[in-house]
């Protein structure tokens, strides 16, 4: 259609006799998706998707599920037992643009009963099965590119089935430039049992990556050189090394490297390409890193070390990892039977963790299943000393997110005895939490803004990484006075659900000393914070107000809601709210 004729008939449709507003936006709507390039499907409604149109979703902790170590700094994860949608909903407010690394790996959508929508199976009978799947995973998707950090990125495994369609899904989402494809080996180790002649096996998979913005990818620690001989003939007190070719072609020849002169103590000179500087060279040399062969008379090798880690640069080509077979054994091992036919192994996330993130990265996996991802966060911590924090969503559906995902996770962290008999230390430096999703009015009447309120508080932990609650502050007892007071040494949080107890607030922050500024969430019926009010403590306090800060990050996730009118004057205080159920704008102030 040309653009003067598309103009023409929303013209057309704007001064339509007989329409009614919602008939009317719904035409236009679908005129203006209209594309020239790009997917093309009937959007399915979802279920869970039209609750939300209704009824916001918040987060409620399981105390006694928690898992809390007796080390100071381990890291705090996260398991949140409900629909990923509306868990990706609650993280829009607690994590958006915090994320480092997502990985999900999906139903591949095979047509054999492995994807459910609206609580049914779909089979390849289903005439709608990949428009059902593509509205599944946009709507995901759409949100999940929210959570990530400037520097995050998301991998999605898949195979044949979708794997077309979710390559230009995630184009459209990320962008074709921010968007590559990489191969998944399969095989264990490289190898895998012959099959009968004149077929096709498949060995592979795919593992899409979609980045936030620029692709940055980083070298990981390999087990490049684990088969070859070490030995110590010099008796180096840095223990057993090999050595490692440092030259890059013969006298000269050019190949783009770093061309100087090595004379080694026999007095023979090489003029050649190096894989190192000059500076590099000497730096080497003088730490006693430097090898000549043929004692002394031959060329300069780089004694590596068996002690050190050797690190890789990332192919396109994901191989010689553990499979799908080996980590079905894990499963076994820890929780005493088979449970899944198709579980990604630990080593093949590990690598993902290690060239896409840092040691202190914040990883997602809202597909989250048997937990692998958990397990594959806390070994790696274990490995290399880091503090990497996990966040798992998954439903409850056929008990799988207590009596899996849990249950395994608590045995890696307390430990367990293998069905053989064998005990296996747990990975103790490690906290879990458990949460459930909960739900309030969406429409914002007083009752629904005061019971966010007092809803919100445990995904305010979450947001802040901050836990340790107090009784008092100063001398006033918390709950007593309507707030409760968090600290655990290094960051200090209110959450004021009594504007009545601003006053007593204030005049305790007056009198004390306050290195860093306290973080203070404080009921409000609008966007005002109580400004006025701590105006002589501005210094000692980041203010934000509640429930605004979490209406205004759903509003941006969020499908739209019903067009139902709500006016509604002094419903607390002084303020007045005036509402067709969301009416707070992206930049905080109200529409």
Known sequence: MKATDKNKLIDRIKTLEGLTDDERSALLGLLNETKTYGLV????????EERLRTELPVLK?????????????????????GDNLEALTTLAYTHEGKIDVIYIDPPYNTGNKDFIYNDSYVDSEDSYRHSKWLSFMSRRLRIAKRLLSDRGVIFISIDDNEQANLKILCDEIFGQEHVETYIWDVRVKGTMPKTAKNTVRKEHEYIIACYKSEKRLQKYSSLKYADKKWTNPDNDPRGPWMSANISRGAEGSTGGFKSFVI?????????????????????????????????????????KFQSEPVWSIQSSFFADLSNSQEASNIIKAILGEKLFDFPKPTELLQRMWQIAGSV??????????????????????????GKRQCILCTNNENGICENVTYERNKRVINGYTKPNGEEVEGLHANNLRYYRTDFVGRRRTPQNMRRLMLL??????????????????????????????????????????????????????????????????????????WNSEFESVSDKVRLTALPAAIYNAYKRVLPKPKNTLLTLENPTNDKVVTDNLFDFDEEGGEA
């Open 360 to 385: 202190n990265s914040t990883i997602l996996d809202f597909f989250a299943g048997s937990g692998t991802t958990l397990h594959a966060v806390m070994q790696l911590n274990a490995d290399d000393g």
């Open 456 to 529: 919100s508080s445990d995904m305010l932990c979450i947001k802040e990484n901050l836990y340790t609650e107090l009784d008092m502050f100063g001398e006033m007892p918390t709950l007593e006075n309507g707030f409760r007071y968090f600290d655990d040494g290094k960051k200090k949080m209110l959450i004021v659900y009594n504007e009545e107890a601003i006053y007593d607030i204030v005049d305790a922050l007056e009198t004390m000393e306050v290195v860093s500024p306290i973080i203070v969430y404080v009921f409000s019926p609008g966007n005002d914070a």
């Open 61 to 81: 902790e399981v105390k006694s599920r928690a898992i809390i170590s007796d080390y100071a700094d381990a890291p705090n994860h996260i398991l949140i037992e």
């Open 41 to 48: 499907w009937e959007d399915k409604p979802e279920e869970v």
């Open 263 to 303: 004379t080694n103590p026999a007095d023979i000179s090489f003029d050649r390409d190096w894989s190192i500087t000059k500076d590099e060279y000497e730096s080497l040399l003088a730490d006693g890193r430097i090898y000549f062969s043929d004692n002394g008379r031959g060329v300069p090798r780089l004694k």
